[in-house]
């Protein structure tokens, strides 16, 4: 489930007064998802339907930081990526208040997630990726990641009530691994950075047929190394049994990233400990839900430990890049 806040039809209808989308004529709440409250809407207007996502943020979303986010996704959209495009109320503002909330509507895109990863959607997923990070160099505002290196160690802290009985000794075994992986991390200025997705999962790209058509859920997006987009992602698409990278997946992916945007030397060299950064970022952040969703909310949560198994593999290579 992810619908947290009840919308009313009376509601509804007050907050489309603020925009020109014409009348609802369907209005359904949509189960996936963890973070935020989602609504497909259908509108109609002069005899042409429309379809929208409507979002209500929730849960981890920091009110001062939805127009950054909104804008992103307006700039991409503009630019030519295939993502949800915010709509502009006839104030011209990207989001309004809803039930007490902050909410947006967003052009809706077409296609499915996959749930069987191959080798073709990975390297469709390193373009897209490639262009979305070209396409990010003129959206010149900044957002810090605020999961990165200095985020691990408290998130660990608040997690840790329960995280042995998850796994015994997990508090000492991510302990070790984020002192280590901190001390590799990448100095600021020594990779190329930009705009990040920072969330590209398969369930957050879509496919009609073998092209990729879209891709959503841009609010963990930041300015960090393009790298440790291709890290995250390679963690979230090449493990096909969650604890074994598959290099032919991994090396697809980052075929198609370098035939948009060539990768360095450099970043390269750097992927494995951003794989590991990006395996103990979705460990943690998994974790704290673990320990602090009950078990009867009627949120799904997600097992922290497949991320574990990710960084126990990347922490065994031996050669600098073992992905492609
Ligand atoms: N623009 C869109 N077009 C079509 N479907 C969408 C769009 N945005 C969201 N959805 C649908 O809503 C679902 C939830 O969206 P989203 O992943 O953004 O939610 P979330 O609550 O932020 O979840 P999470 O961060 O856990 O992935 C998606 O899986 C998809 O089915
Ligand atoms: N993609 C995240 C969920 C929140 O976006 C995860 O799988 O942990």
Known sequence: MAVYTDVSPEALASFLSLYDVGRP???????????NSNYLLRTERDGQAADYILTLYERRMDPAELPWFLGLMHH?????LRCPEPVAGADGALFHMLNGRQAALTTFLTGLSTREVD???CEA????????????ASYASVRANTLGPAAWAPLLQAGSNGADKLEPGLVEEV????????????????????????DLFPDNVFFVGKTLS????????CTDFFAYDLAIAINAWCFPDEATLDPRLSAAMLDGYCSVRPLEGAERDALRPLCQGA???????RLYDWVHTPEDALVTRKDPLPYL???????AFSEPCPYG
């Open 309 to 315: 198994a990710r960084l126990r593999c990347h922490r």
């Open 279 to 285: 395996a103990i970022r979705f460990l943690l952040t």
């Open 119 to 121: 080798a073709a959607q």
């Open 175 to 198: 302990s070790a691994a984020i002192a280590d992986v901190t001390a590799q991390w990448p100095r600021t200025d020594s990779l190329p950075r930009g705009q990040i997705h920072a």
């Open 76 to 80: 991409l959209a503009r630019a030519g």
């Open 214 to 221: 879209g891709i959503i859920d841009f609010y963990f997006a």
């Open 25 to 35: 004529t369907s209005f359904c709440g949509i189960a996936e998802g963890v973070e």
């Open 125 to 136: 997923v390193g373009a897209a990726m490639a262009r979305l990070h070209l396409m990010g």
